[in-house]
């Protein structure tokens, strides 16, 4: 076993009469901690100083300074000095007696101090807008613009410790029922037939009512290889209707799915999807089994590798069935080499013990066992699968000990109980003729070690108390030693598994397991006094959206804590190290050591008094019920009084506590919050105002009577409303039934609209059936008010005011929010952003900068270049950490990787490589250029930046000016470069970025070429900031004070409506004052008001309008943040307005990169916003609006044109898209349609799937 060494043994033999010592300390230690030391010295013939010290750059601490004159033994704490990383250190022992002096040493290896975080959100998922709460009572809204994705919350310590937490934010509607599939455990060669079974459930606990489609299948092994000839998938679909039990099952022959073939995979899936009746909702559930044949599998447990002659060898046989789950009451047959034979039986646990006398044992033994008695061989045939048997095999070896002299420890049965004490026991054979003369007593040690250290020890008479068993978990390592007179150690170790008990014992549960909504319930909470815990408790419903990682004890297992589990690596005796001498006065010798190395009632319901309310009105439905702190006092128990939400569903709670005894951790707990008749709501998650809809409500009689229902929608200002054609409001509803009305809506208002419908059972003489309708005395109306967000469909706007605050005392600013004339009421928002650092605002979503690039060869490169940005940024800023380089190393690695798969055997690039006809100039460029910027960072081969130099000098005309080649799919990527000149600009300054001299033959022919073009008329503003950014790189001063000269002139002056134009030219200006000297009246200073203006067009989430200026705007911020960066300084940023909005944000050190946000509620409005301190601050201030949809739509025209499909089982509504370009260009970009579906409806994919190929996509 290569695990770490725990504990280190030393024994030698002092001077010529062989007295001897010993010294026992572990191998890994903790910093900061208190660890346990032993010596021993036997028989010592004269007095001598044992000195032992632990001994470390850079300097030395004694442990022990003692005078011994006979026999001596002693263990001793010691307090291990506190490290920031990985320390080796000396344990030095002396011994100086009169006739000579002993030094021995050995190095143990000092661990820093280990803590555990913990983050914890109160539920794994959220919509935009919500408000996600912290453990430490922190908040943070979102705001409604949230991208929708995952996100991370990281917190540090003040040593630089890490720990993440991640959630997603998505749209979503909480699902009513879980759709569960259940499979027989495994499904074997000799099986005939099986049966699945799917059901359904809803999160309080009763039945759904419905269809069920299901697909069974098995699915062949794949290598691409042999794809040609890959067997299909053998699938079978079902459809199947539940019972009033919520299942539906179906009996599968196994004759169908080619069980004796090898080459299909050794799993059945089944995909499942349940339609509740009624509502149409479809959830899915899916499942899956093994494949076996293997009928039965034996194994040896808790057999040793050697066994000690004279020593019975004890182990146990494990019988496994196909299932992996243990065989009881049969035969298992054990062979003992060719000399003796048992046969056993498994008990309730498949399990067989057996003991074997070694006496007569000599060299290796062989054991077999096996299931059968005996063997039939059968011949082997390609591809074809037969019944198995598997047999086990072990051998073990004779132990060697020169003395003869063993101890073995007892093995226990089963894991330990973490609070009772517990004794191991121990054999031993010693041979009598080992002893000196006359000795009758030989002492025997132990050490009791868990966690890396020494937590027990003490002499034994051959049996060990192990106390406290709780700190041992998650197992107890016992050595029991005793060292012969010879200087032989004697010893065994044993492993004792415990059960895991934290100290602080945690417990938490619900006065009732179930409880009617609004009505009071206790949570009674218990852990160690002065415990501080937290409580949650939330809506089952979003585990089953988003399952999540709970805490509990045996999540604690495996992410062990402090003083709660192992901090190191530990394993059998295995892993323990004896460093053994004899000493003499002129002679060490290595000695050979002798050691093994190896649910409530609800009849009140009905029977309620009649003072008690007849209606309940059900408006609290909260996602999160529980989120608190709750002390437990010196008590050490708390009630937590709460009143249950209005949500039919389960509740889903859990605790855990921390004190200065550790922490801990409740079993998960459960409240059902139900009444026997109510109305549920099926609502998607949003509508468009003005869009019609179908509002569907389902009445649920769980009562033992028949009840007579009426159902009505209420009115609203909100929203208008109609009837369904033919449906009827009033109905019979007997037991266990249920029934779903509709209304055809038409929301009139924006935002949350409360939509209210009550359910009443009426009091009514007509028979339902053949039963009286009778009426609850309690709940007889059930009235639920639920919201629904309604969204604009109009165009949504964006309006941005970015300062940059340059301090050198206080600045103070006014911002204006105004609304233009045309606007969609109700539908404007705005925020207010903060951060310290330029970059901070694209490093919001860094993960999203340096993403994995993907895509054709275009969208990789557009994925790839960013990432060189950032990390030259930080790199230059001193704040590249090693996280964030290693993230980017392997996110340019692979974009690297796959870029080459789109090379062409000349040298160039294109967007689907060679299955385009040629390369393209632009794309070749940018390749070029990006891959000579990684090469810092990654490792890029020369040959191909030196290829793509040769086929671009190839495409070069006799005026210097390289020419167009090759299409470019992504017109955006290459921005303004549109013709020859600002072509020949861009090639030339990517090369000149890869440090190419101005006097190469292919620079110089460039140069010429835009030299020509500069003389001519500087009618287009794009190319000339491009030509001033590459000038800039030539060094050519002259032209470039022209060129900016000019520019300066003309800015403001470039058309509007072309913002990634006017981004992408002005981020050239800003990299040509940044890439050469400074230039007068065009300092600093004047690049901060690019800065200014390059801020303002920055959208909210650190991009800009398209691609290239994007990749070109974000290179010039990089290269202007690291020229005015600051390392030092804070400053205070407080927004007020005359609607009393009074927000402080603080910019530090620690925060610079952090993009804080806060939602404004005054828009529109005017703002202050004032800064105070040492540093540079960007302060924005953003607002979003909607507006009517223009008239003309100018470049595209769109239509839709819909059929339904309206009589078959599943009613489809196919959409049909045209788009058409009615714009000035030839062709356009990239098109992207953005559909949003009717309310209510789901896209079917697979539709989507078979049009790709086609030019008409039908959805």
């Given at each position: 076993?290569?695990?770490?060494?725990?504990?280190?043994?030393?024994?030698?033999?002092?001077?010529?009469?062989?007295?001897?010592?010993?010294?026992?300390?572990?191998?890994?230690?903790?910093?900061?901690?208190?660890?346990?030391?032993?010596?021993?010295?036997?028989?010592?013939?004269?007095?001598?100083?044992?000195?032992?010290?632990?001994?470390?750059?850079?300097?030395?601490?004694?442990?022990?300074?003692?005078?011994?004159?006979?026999?001596?033994?002693?263990?001793?704490?010691?307090?291990?000095?506190?490290?920031?990383?990985?320390?080796?250190?000396?344990?030095?022992?002396?011994?100086?007696?009169?006739?000579?002096?002993?030094?021995?040493?050995?190095?143990?290896?000092?661990?820093?101090?280990?803590?555990?975080?913990?983050?914890?959100?109160?539920?794994?998922?959220?919509?935009?807008?919500?408000?996600?709460?912290?453990?430490?009572?922190?908040?943070?809204?979102?705001?409604?613009?949230?991208?929708?994705?995952?996100?991370?919350?990281?917190?540090?310590?003040?040593?630089?410790?890490?720990?993440?937490?991640?959630?997603?934010?998505?749209?979503?509607?909480?699902?009513?029922?879980?759709?569960?599939?259940?499979?027989?455990?495994?499904?074997?060669?000799?099986?005939?037939?099986?049966?699945?079974?799917?059901?359904?459930?809803?999160?309080?606990?009763?039945?759904?009512?419905?269809?069920?489609?299901?697909?069974?299948?098995?699915?062949?092994?794949?290598?691409?290889?042999?794809?040609?000839?890959?067997?299909?998938?053998?699938?079978?679909?079902?459809?199947?209707?539940?019972?009033?039990?919520?299942?539906?099952?179906?009996?599968?022959?196994?004759?169908?799915?080619?069980?004796?073939?090898?080459?299909?995979?050794?799993?059945?899936?089944?995909?499942?999807?349940?339609?509740?009746?009624?509502?149409?909702?479809?959830?899915?559930?899916?499942?899956?089994?093994?494949?076996?044949?293997?009928?039965?599998?034996?194994?040896?447990?808790?057999?040793?590798?050697?066994?000690?002659?004279?020593?019975?060898?004890?182990?146990?046989?494990?019988?496994?069935?196909?299932?992996?789950?243990?065989?009881?009451?049969?035969?298992?047959?054990?062979?003992?080499?060719?000399?003796?034979?048992?046969?056993?039986?498994?008990?309730?646990?498949?399990?067989?013990?057996?003991?074997?006398?070694?006496?007569?044992?000599?060299?290796?033994?062989?054991?077999?066992?096996?299931?059968?008695?005996?063997?039939?061989?059968?011949?082997?045939?390609?591809?074809?699968?037969?019944?198995?048997?598997?047999?086990?095999?072990?051998?073990?070896?004779?132990?060697?000990?020169?003395?003869?002299?063993?101890?073995?420890?007892?093995?226990?049965?089963?894991?330990?109980?973490?609070?009772?004490?517990?004794?191991?026991?121990?054999?031993?054979?010693?041979?009598?003729?080992?002893?000196?003369?006359?000795?009758?007593?030989?002492?025997?040690?132990?050490?009791?070690?868990?966690?890396?250290?020494?937590?027990?020890?003490?002499?034994?008479?051959?049996?060990?108390?192990?106390?406290?068993?709780?700190?041992?978990?998650?197992?107890?390592?016992?050595?029991?030693?005793?060292?012969?007179?010879?200087?032989?150690?004697?010893?065994?170790?044993?492993?004792?598994?415990?059960?895991?008990?934290?100290?602080?014992?945690?417990?938490?549960?619900?006065?009732?397991?179930?409880?009617?909504?609004?009505?009071?319930?206790?949570?009674?909470?218990?852990?160690?006094?002065?415990?501080?815990?937290?409580?949650?408790?939330?809506?089952?419903?979003?585990?089953?959206?988003?399952?999540?990682?709970?805490?509990?004890?045996?999540?604690?297992?495996?992410?062990?804590?402090?003083?709660?589990?192992?901090?190191?690596?530990?394993?059998?005796?295995?892993?323990?190290?004896?460093?053994?001498?004899?000493?003499?006065?002129?002679?060490?010798?290595?000695?050979?050591?002798?050691?093994?190395?190896?649910?409530?009632?609800?009849?009140?319901?009905?029977?309620?008094?009649?003072?008690?309310?007849?209606?309940?009105?059900?408006?609290?439905?909260?996602?999160?019920?529980?989120?608190?702190?709750?002390?437990?006092?010196?008590?050490?128990?708390?009630?937590?009084?709460?009143?249950?939400?209005?949500?039919?569903?389960?509740?889903?709670?859990?605790?855990?506590?921390?004190?200065?005894?550790?922490?801990?951790?409740?079993?998960?707990?459960?409240?059902?919050?139900?009444?026997?008749?109510?109305?549920?709501?099926?609502?998607?998650?949003?509508?468009?105002?003005?869009?019609?809809?179908?509002?569907?409500?389902?009445?649920?009689?769980?009562?033992?009577?028949?009840?007579?229902?009426?159902?009505?929608?209420?009115?609203?200002?909100?929203?208008?409303?109609?009837?369904?054609?033919?449906?009827?409001?009033?109905?019979?509803?007997?037991?266990?039934?249920?029934?779903?009305?509709?209304?055809?809506?038409?929301?009139?208002?924006?935002?949350?609209?409360?939509?209210?419908?009550?359910?009443?059972?009426?009091?009514?003489?007509?028979?339902?059936?053949?039963?009286?309708?009778?009426?609850?005395?309690?709940?007889?109306?059930?009235?639920?008010?639920?919201?629904?967000?309604?969204?604009?469909?109009?165009?949504?706007?964006?309006?941005?005011?970015?300062?940059?605050?340059?301090?050198?005392?206080?600045?103070?600013?006014?911002?204006?929010?105004?609304?233009?004339?045309?606007?969609?009421?109700?539908?404007?928002?705005?925020?207010?952003s903060v951060l310290g650092d330029l970059m901070g605002r694209a490093m919001k979503n860094l993960d999203k900068l340096l993403a994995m690039p993907y895509g054709c060869g275009e969208q990789n490169m557009v994925l790839f270049a960013p990432n060189i940005f950032i990390l030259n940024y930080l790199n230059s800023t001193a704040q590249l950490t090693k996280d964030i380089q290693d993230k980017a190393t392997r996110f340019l690695e692979s974009g690297y990787q796959r870029e080459l798969t789109y090379k062409h055997d000349d040298g160039s690039y294109?967007?689907?490589?060679?299955?385009?006809?040629s390369g393209n100039t632009w794309l070749t460029a940018f390749v070029m250029k990006s891959f000579g910027g990684a090469r810092p960072y990654i490792f890029v081969h020369d040959k191909h930046i030196k290829d793509a130099r040769m086929w671009l000098s190839r495409n070069q005309q006799t005026d210097g000016c390289i020419r167009s080649v090759g299409k470019l799919f992504h017109n955006g990527m290459k921005g303004g470069v549109s013709d020859d000149v600002s072509l020949t600009a861009y090639i030339t300054a990517a090369l000149l970025e890869l440090?190419?001299?101005?006097?190469?033959?292919?620079?110089?022919?460039?140069?010429?070429?835009?030299?020509?073009?500069?003389?001519?008329?500087?009618?287009?503003?794009?190319?000339?900031?491009?030509?001033?950014?590459?000038?800039?790189?030539?060094?050519?001063?002259?032209?470039?004070?022209?060129?900016?000269?000019?520019?300066?002139?003309?800015?403001?002056?470039?058309?509007?409506?072309?913002?990634?134009?006017?981004?992408?030219?002005?981020?050239?200006?800003?990299?040509?004052?940044?890439?050469?000297?400074?230039?007068?009246?065009?300092?600093?200073?004047?690049?901060?008001?690019?800065?200014?203006?390059?801020?303002?067009?920055?959208?909210?989430?650190?991009?800009?309008?398209?691609?290239?200026?994007?990749?070109?705007?974000?290179?010039?911020?990089?290269?202007?943040?690291?020229?005015?960066?600051?390392?030092?300084?804070?400053?205070?940023?407080?927004?007020?307005?005359?609607?009393?909005?009074?927000?402080?944000?603080?910019?530090?050190?620690?925060?610079?990169?952090?993009?804080?946000?806060?939602?404004?509620?005054?828009?529109?409005?005017?703002?202050?916003?004032?800064?105070?301190?040492?540093?540079?601050?960007?302060?924005?201030?953003?607002?979003?609006?909607?507006?009517?949809?223009?008239?003309?739509?100018?470049?595209?025209?769109?239509?839709?044109?819909?059929?339904?499909?309206?009589?078959?089982?599943?009613?489809?509504?196919?959409?049909?898209?045209?788009?058409?370009?009615?714009?000035?260009?030839?062709?356009?970009?990239?098109?992207?349609?953005?559909?949003?579906?009717?309310?209510?409806?789901?896209?079917?994919?697979?539709?989507?799937?078979?049009?790709?190929m086609e030019n008409t996509f039908l959805l």
């Open positions: 076993m290569n695990v770490s060494p725990i504990f280190t043994l030393l024994i030698a033999l002092l001077f010529s009469t062989c007295s001897i010592f010993v010294v026992t300390v572990s191998s890994k230690v903790r910093g900061g901690k208190q660890e346990t030391l032993c010596a021993q010295i036997h028989g010592p013939t004269e007095p001598v100083a044992l000195t032992i010290a632990l001994e470390m750059d850079p300097g030395r601490t004694a442990i022990l300074e003692e005078a011994v004159k006979q026999d001596f033994y002693r263990c001793l704490n010691f307090q291990v000095p506190t490290v920031r990383t990985r320390t080796v250190a000396t344990i030095n022992v002396t011994i100086q007696g009169e006739s000579a002096l002993m030094n021995k040493k050995t190095k143990i290896l000092i661990e820093p101090p280990a803590f555990i975080h913990i983050i914890q959100t109160d539920k794994p998922i959220y919509k935009p807008g919500q408000t996600g709460y912290g453990i430490l009572d922190l908040s943070h809204p979102m705001i409604p613009e949230a991208v929708q994705g995952s996100y991370m919350i990281t917190a540090w310590t003040d040593k630089g410790e890490q720990i993440s937490h991640s959630f997603d934010i998505k749209e979503y509607v909480l699902p009513k029922y879980e759709v569960k599939v259940h499979l027989p455990s495994v499904i074997t060669i000799l099986d005939q037939e099986a049966t699945i079974r799917i059901c359904g459930k809803y999160t309080y606990g009763k039945p759904v009512v419905g269809s069920v489609k299901a697909v069974f299948c098995r699915k062949p092994i794949w290598f691409y290889w042999y794809s040609s000839s890959r067997e299909s998938d053998l699938c079978k679909t079902y459809e199947l209707t539940t019972d009033k039990g919520g299942c539906a099952a179906q009996t599968v022959s196994m004759a169908e799915f080619a069980l004796n073939k090898s080459n299909y995979r050794d799993i059945f899936e089944v995909n499942a999807e349940m339609e509740e009746y009624g509502t149409g909702v479809i959830l899915k559930g899916s499942g899956q089994t093994s494949f076996s044949s293997q009928i039965r599998t034996v194994t040896f447990e808790d057999v040793p590798a050697a066994y000690k002659p004279g020593i019975s060898l004890e182990g146990k046989v494990i019988l496994i069935g196909p299932d992996n789950k243990a065989v009881a009451d049969e035969a298992v047959y054990l062979f003992v080499s060719d000399s003796q034979n048992l046969t056993l039986t498994t008990d309730m646990a498949g399990m067989a013990s057996f003991s074997l006398d070694t006496a007569l044992w000599k060299d290796t033994v062989t054991l077999k066992a096996r299931s059968r008695k005996t063997v039939e061989n059968e011949p082997y045939v390609h591809n074809m699968r037969r019944p198995e048997y598997r047999s086990a095999y072990h051998r073990v070896a004779a132990f060697y000990s020169k003395s003869s002299s063993f101890l073995k420890l007892m093995q226990g049965s089963g894991m330990l109980s973490c609070d009772k004490d517990a004794t191991v026991r121990a054999q031993y054979i010693i041979q009598g003729e080992e002893l000196k003369k006359g000795q009758e007593v030989l002492e025997f040690f132990y050490l009791v070690m868990t966690r890396g250290g020494i937590v027990q020890h003490g002499r034994v008479p051959l049996s060990v108390s192990l106390h406290h068993v709780t700190n041992l978990a998650p197992f107890a390592q016992v050595i029991v030693y005793t060292v012969m007179p010879s200087g032989e150690a004697v010893a065994d170790s044993e492993d004792f598994p415990i059960q895991l008990c934290l100290n602080n014992k945690v417990s938490l549960k619900f006065s009732s397991l179930q409880e009617l909504p609004a009505e009071k319930t206790t949570l009674s909470l218990q852990a160690h006094p002065g415990s501080m815990c937290s409580i949650r408790a939330i809506d089952q419903s979003v585990l089953l959206l988003q399952p999540e990682q709970e805490l509990t004890v045996d999540y604690v297992r495996h992410n062990p804590l402090p003083g709660s589990g192992s901090r190191f690596p530990l394993g059998k005796f295995s892993c323990v190290i004896f460093f053994i001498f004899l000493y003499a006065v002129f002679l060490d010798a290595v000695v050979p050591m002798a050691f093994n190395m190896m649910p409530q009632s609800l009849g009140a319901v009905l029977g309620g008094k009649e003072e008690e309310k007849k209606e309940t009105v059900r408006t609290f439905f909260p996602e999160t019920w529980i989120w608190d702190l709750v002390p437990v006092g010196d008590s050490g128990s708390v009630n937590v009084e709460k009143t249950v939400p209005d949500t039919i569903t389960k509740w889903a709670a859990g605790a855990f506590c921390v004190s200065p005894v550790g922490f801990g951790v409740s079993a998960n707990t459960g409240l059902t919050a139900f009444q026997p008749f109510f109305v549920s709501l099926t609502l998607p998650y949003s509508v468009i105002r003005g869009e019609v809809f179908t509002l569907k409500a389902t009445v649920f009689n769980y009562l033992s009577k028949c009840i007579m229902v009426n159902i009505a929608l209420a009115d609203s200002d909100q929203y208008t409303f109609r009837n369904c054609d033919g449906c009827q409001y009033s109905v019979c509803l007997c037991g266990e039934e249920s029934r779903t009305f509709s209304w055809i809506v038409t929301p009139t208002a924006l935002g949350q609209v409360n939509l209210k419908v009550s359910a009443e059972a009426l009091k009514t003489d007509i028979l339902c059936g053949n039963e009286v309708a009778t009426v609850p005395d309690m709940g007889r109306i059930d009235t639920v008010v639920r919201t629904l967000l309604v969204e604009v469909s109009d165009c949504q706007m964006q309006h941005k005011t970015a300062e940059r605050l340059s301090l050198k005392g206080p600045v103070e600013k006014k911002i204006s929010l105004l609304m233009p004339e045309m606007f969609v009421a109700g539908s404007a928002r705005a925020s207010v294109s967007a689907f490589g060679k299955s385009d006809e440090d190419t001299n101005t006097t190469d033959p292919m620079v110089q022919n460039c140069l010429n070429c835009l030299k020509e073009a500069v003389a001519g008329q500087l009618d287009n503003l794009y190319t000339t900031a491009l030509l001033s950014y590459t000038f800039t790189l030539a060094g050519d001063q002259e032209m470039r004070s022209k060129l900016i000269t000019y520019l300066h002139q003309k800015a403001g002056a470039s058309r509007k409506g072309l913002d990634s134009l006017e981004v992408e030219m002005t981020s050239y200006v800003l990299l040509a004052l940044l890439s050469g000297p400074a230039m007068p009246d065009f300092g600093l200073d004047y690049s901060s008001s690019i800065i200014r203006w390059l801020a303002q067009q920055q959208n909210p989430y650190g991009g800009f309008s398209s691609t290239q200026d994007t990749v070109v705007a974000l290179q010039a911020l990089a290269k202007y943040g690291a020229a005015t960066y600051s390392a030092e300084g804070s400053t205070t940023v407080t927004v007020t307005s005359l609607g009393g909005l009074d927000k402080e944000f603080t910019v530090d050190q620690s925060n610079r990169l952090l993009y804080q946000e806060e939602k404004l509620s005054e828009v529109p409005g005017e703002f202050t916003v004032r800064a105070e301190g040492q540093s540079c601050v960007l302060a924005q201030i953003s607002m979003h609006y909607n507006i009517p949809p223009p008239p003309d739509f100018s470049a595209f025209n769109i239509s839709a044109d819909t059929m339904a499909k309206c009589n078959i089982s599943k009613p489809q509504l196919i959409l049909f898209v045209t788009v058409r370009y009615q714009g000035r260009r030839e062709e356009t970009n990239m098109v992207i349609i953005n559909i949003k579906l009717l309310s209510g409806y789901i896209l079917d994919k697979s539709s989507l799937n078979s049009q790709m």
